[in-house]
């Protein structure tokens, strides 16, 4: 008997310590130990639409299930691929002002309703490359996505602009025009390298861009996109490679998505070399490193 009651004496005492590691998660990445990373997968809708006839699409979209760095997905969309294992929590995401009606906005409360308050919701991707006036983004911010935050409690991504100077006036115009209670949980932002100029020096540009806009609206950061424009294999890799040892350190960045998982690139802008997914459907070798294969 004497026996047995160390036994659970010493049970009681790895349980113990288990809650206080899961109680020091963040609230959204509790319950899902193995995605505790910092990681956002930019899961393209491309790869939904080729999901059912692409054996390697399905082999990269169940890898996502043991992935220990990848902590969500997102898709620029309010609804959920199908394909996504169940235990990568999706962020929906009010891409243009379109997602806030029709259908769109029955996907994104679906989604909502699905998670309840661990849910993340991204307003407004690149709004000041879109024609979207910062003035009337606060505006529809306050009357429509404000309410959600209040109703079911989700987290809210401010809108992440281009990282030039038009992109930081159109934020500061769109801050401005908010109260204190009427700010975001996370600061929404991207970060894109110009093409030709060395890994080094980019990386010390996004870990002063990316602190900059920290330190000015002092709020948490969530990196929605990352990327190297270059064309060089290496020189994308030590970017990427880099920025994301900077960033896992930052106790102030939640998350950072690096683009993308997609079969093709999106346009001329983004880089063969930095594609997480190559045209089979498979992951790359910067696809393997990023989620921890």
């Known amino acids: ?125 690149e709004p000041d490359l879109n024609g979207v006036d910062a003035g009337a983004a606060a505006a529809t911010w306050k009357s429509t996505v404000l309410p959600l935050r209040a109703q079911y409690g989700v987290k809210l991504v401010g809108p992440a602009v281009a990282s030039n100077d038009a992109g930081s006036a159109w934020l500061q115009q769109f801050y401005g025009a908010l109260a204190a209670d009427q700010k975001p949980d996370f600061l929404g932002l991207h970060f894109y390298t110009a093409a030709e100029t060395p890994a080094e020096t980019e990386v010390e540009n996004a870990k002063k861009y990316i602190s900059d806009k920290h330190g000015q609206y002092g709020l948490p950061v969530v990196v929605s996109e990352i990327g190297s424009t270059s064309r060089d294999p290496t020189s994308v890799d030590t970017f990427t490679k880099a920025t994301s040892e900077w960033l896992d350190s930052q106790d102030w960045v939640d998350s950072y998505g690096f683009f993308g998982a997609t079969t093709t690139p999106v346009d001329g802008f983004v880089s063969p070399a930095a594609q997480l997914i190559d045209t089979s459907g498979a992951w790359t070798s910067l696809g393997r490193w990023w989620v921890g294969q």
Not at 62 to 90: C, H, I, K, M
Not at 101 to 124: M, P
């Open 1 to 125: 008997m004497q026996f047995s009651a160390m036994k659970r004496l010493q049970v009681l005492a790895v349980l113990f310590q288990a809650a206080l590691l899961t109680s020091a998660l963040p609230v959204e990445k509790r319950g899902t130990a193995i995605h505790s990373g910092k990681r956002l997968m930019l899961w393209d809708y491309t790869l939904t639409q080729a999901y059912e006839s692409n054996p390697n699409i399905q082999a990269a979209a169940s890898s996502l299930s043991t992935s220990p760095g990848v902590t969500a997905a997102l898709n620029w969309n309010t609804w959920r691929a199908s394909e996504l294992p169940d235990n990568v929590p999706f962020q929906p995401m009010i891409r243009t002002p379109a997602q806030l009606q029709g259908d769109e906005y029955k996907n994104l409360l679906s989604s909502i309703q699905a998670s309840g308050a661990n849910t993340v919701v991204h307003f407004y991707n």
